[in-house]
């Protein structure tokens, strides 16, 4: 029962957070790029994507890390490719959450010179910005890492389609 719950979690979260990461990427960045957007609506949208990646990233290690603790002893997560596709989901999560929490603590400190701990605290709130800052600036700040976290989302995606099909011969 408590393995289908962490099931039931993780992939609820796993595609609440990946169809975030695709949602901004495929409608937010091509609308900020156009000027379509408002700053502060692009800001607010920014922010929310960092909430979800903070709330995905208490729900899926807790899942996954008990998933890994039934399912994997020691030579199946280092001697299969069940275990490898396990440890590179666990890689491409951290890399996905810590290029989101980058991108967007890019364009905090562009808005508003604080520190990490104030960042992780209060994220990027509107009132952060100010006058001078410009949608084009942080669309141009954010771009790069909003870009990178779509490939990682994909590519984790697809390796959670692979792990679905058991005895996947590769």
């Known amino acids: 029962m ?3 719950v962490s099931y039931l979690l993780h992939v ?4 609440f957070w990946a169809g975030a990461v695709l ?4 409608l937010l960045l091509p609308d900020a790029g156009r000027d379509v957007l408002s700053r502060d609506a692009y800001v607010v949208q920014m922010d929310r994507l960092l909430r979800v990646t903070r709330w995905t990233g208490v729900v899926l290690p807790i899942t996954g890390l008990y998933q890994i603790w039934a399912l994997y002893p020691w030579t199946r997560l280092v001697g299969t490719v069940d275990g490898w596709l ?6 491409l999560w951290g890399l996905l959450n810590g290029v989101i929490e980058r991108g967007v603590f890019v364009m905090r400190k562009e808005a ?3 520190g990490y701990g ?3 605290r209060e994220g990027f709130p509107r009132d ?3 006058e001078e800052l410009t949608l084009e600036r942080l669309h141009h700040l954010g771009r790069p890492y909003l870009s990178v976290s779509v490939l990682l989302a994909a590519l984790l995606l697809g390796n959670a389609a ?3 099909v058991p005895g996947l011969p590769l």
């Open 118 to 120: 104030t960042f992780l």
């Open 86 to 91: 396990v440890l590179s989901m666990f890689g």
């Open 23 to 26: 949602f901004v990427a495929y």
């Open 12 to 15: 609820v979260a796993a595609g």
């Open 112 to 114: 508003d010179p604080v």
């Open 128 to 130: 952060a910005l100010t």
């Open 2 to 4: 408590l393995l289908t």
């Open 162 to 164: 692979l792990l679905a």
